[in-house]
């Protein structure tokens, strides 16, 4: 007859048994009940924090300049709806790549907007165009163009 002893003795005794110390642990985590210091505060009154923070269009392009890398400027145009229409051409023997986003602006952009006494700024959708020059280290913003779309446009009228 074999006893315990003789089992612990063998290879495959030792491994049996570590398989089923191995399993008991197991067992035993799934069923204990969490400290209130592992647990996450999940009532319906705590903000989770999301970032970056979502702002609007208005608030996003304000800080939009030439000049500036294109990695901080996608980071930022990130959070305008996906879909850029992206195009890459050769102007003055420049490689540049452009994006087109479709913005909804409420307010003005003074810095992407020039003052046309004719055609007030109309809130509504808006094409923005940002260039960027690829040619130099950073790929820094060459150019930015907002443009109304063509409902927006049958508003100045």
Known sequence: MTTARDMLCSPLGVLIAAMIAFGGWIVYDAYQTPDSSETADLSPHRELAVWPPRLPPDQLLMSLHVGMPRIIAQRQLAQLP????TNAAISASTPIADAAYLVTLHRPIPHLMPVDLL????PGDYCLTVEYAN???????????????????GSHD
């Open 82 to 85: 996906p879909a850029p229409v």
């Open 119 to 122: 055609h007030p700024f109309q």
């Open 135 to 153: 040619d130099r280290p950073g790929a820094p913003i060459a150019r930015i163009t907002l443009t109304p779309t063509r409902h927006s446009e």
